[in-house]
C-alpha cells in the first residue's frame, strides 16, 4: 500500500505517554510506573462532521482549534491520573458531606480553574503585554503600522523565549521526547512502513502539521492582519486583537492544512520557521517511549481502521495494550 492509503492521524504528548487523534476517536497510550503500558480508546466526534456550516473554511480551523484545546485537556488529566493513584490510596477517607463532595468533584474543578488561569496568562503575555509595548513605542513612532507589526515581533520573541524557558524544566524536557515520538511514529506511518521501534527512529521527528506550525503561523499572520488596526487605544487594541484570533485561527487552519499537503518549495520555506521552532518542542525519544507512542496508534486503528493492523504491525499483536 502507498502512503497516499494511509489515513492521515494526528497527536499530542500528555504526562508520560502520546494521544493520536483519528476521524472520530482518539487513543491515549501511557507508560505506568510499574513500566507497563495503559492504553484507553474515547470517542471524539467533531462538529465539523455532524453540522455542514461548520466545515467551511475560515470556519473549520476556529472548530477544530477549539476541539483540540478541549481534548488537549481531557488527556492530560487521564496520563496524569496514573501517578494521583498511589497519592489517593495514601489518603485518608474524608469526613462529611463535603469531604466526599470534593473527592467526587474536586478534580474537575481545578481542571476548570486551571484552563482559566491558563487563558487568562496567554491573554496577557501574548495580548495585552504586546499592546502595552507597542503603545508606549508609539509616543516615538506615532504609526498604527508600526504598532501592529511591532506587537508582532514582540509577541512571537516572547513565545520563544517561553518556550526556552520551560524546555529546559527536567518533566518538560521528557514530554518533548514523547512529542518527538509522536512525531516520529505518525511519520512513520505515513510513510506507508511497518510500526517497528527500528523504522520508527529512522523517521523525522519534524511535522509541517504540528501544533508548534500552528502556533507561529497565527503569530505570522497576526503580524499582517493587526498592522491593518487603525486604533491606538490600548483597550480598544486589546479588544480588536481578541476580536481577530478566531479569523486569524481560521485562516492559520487552513494554511497548514494546504502546506501539509503541498510540494512546493516556497510553502516549504514559508513554513520553516515553524520546523525549526520544533527543534526546541521536541526531543529525540528513546525506544521505550517510541513503544508508547505505537501502542497508541495501534490502539486507534484497531477502532478505525482494522485493516491496517496486519500492514503496519504484523500478524503479531507486538504492544498489547
Not at 11 to 40: C, F, L, P, W
Not at 98 to 124: F, K, N, P
Not at 166 to 185: C, L, N, P, S, W
Request: proline content about 4%.
Amino acid at each position: 500500500m502507498n502512503d497516499q492509503a494511509r489515513p492521515s492521524i494526528g497527536g499530542q504528548a500528555v504526562m508520560e505517554g502520546v494521544m493520536m487523534n483519528g476521524r472520530s476517536h482518539y487513543a491515549v497510550a501511557v507508560r505506568k510506573t510499574d513500566g507497563s503500558i495503559e492504553a484507553a480508546l474515547f470517542d471524539h466526534g467533531s462538529m465539523t462532521e455532524r453540522h455542514k456550516i461548520l466545515s467551511w473554511p475560515l470556519i473549520r480551523g476556529v472548530i477544530r482549534f477549539a476541539e483540540s484545546l478541549i481534548v488537549g485537556m481531557k488527556t492530560l488529566t487521564y496520563s496524569a491520573d496514573f501517578f494521583m493513584e498511589e497519592e489517593e490510596e495514601e489518603k485518608k477517607e474524608p469526613k462529611g458531606k463535603l469531604g466526599r463532595w470534593w473527592q467526587e468533584h474536586g478534580d474537575s474543578i481545578t481542571m476548570g480553574i486551571t484552563m482559566v488561569l491558563a487563558v487568562l496568562l496567554c491573554l496577557g503575555l501574548f495580548v495585552a503585554l504586546p499592546v502595552a509595548i507597542s503603545r508606549f513605542l508609539y509616543t516615538y513612532i506615532p504609526s498604527t503600522y508600526v504598532m501592529g507589526i511591532v506587537e508582532g515581533i514582540v509577541r512571537m520573541l516572547l513565545f520563544l523565549l517561553y518556550m526556552v524557558l520551560i524546555a529546559k524544566m527536567k518533566d518538560i524536557q521528557r514530554t518533548f521526547e514523547y512529542h518527538g515520538a509522536e512525531h516520529k511514529v505518525i511519520n512513520c506511518f505515513e510513510a506507508g512502513l511497518p510500526l517497528t521501534v527500528e523504522n520508527v527512529k529512522t523517521c523525522s521527528r519534524f511535522n509541517k502539521r504540528c501544533g508548534t506550525s500552528f502556533i507561529f503561523i497565527i503569530m505570522l499572520l497576526s503580524i499582517l492582519l493587526n498592522a491593518f488596526i487603525q486604533v491606538t487605544n490600548p483597550g480598544l487594541r486589546f479588544l480588536c486583537h481578541l476580536a481577530l484570533i478566531p479569523v486569524i485561527a481560521g485562516a492559520s487552519y487552513e494554511v497548514l492544512k494546504f502546506s501539509a499537503r503541498s510540494k512546493s518549495k516556497i510553502i516549504d520555506w514559508l513554513v520553516s520557521p515553524g520546523l525549526m521552532i520544533q527543534r526546541i518542542t521536541t526531543n529525540e525519544p528513546d525506544d521505550q517511549e517510541i513503544e508508547v507512542a505505537i501502542a497508541s496508534v495501534k490502539t486507534l486503528l484497531e477502532k478505525e481502521h482494522p485493516q491496517l493492523i496486519p500492514e503496519c504491525f504484523g500478524e503479531e499483536n507486538l504492544y498489547e495494550a
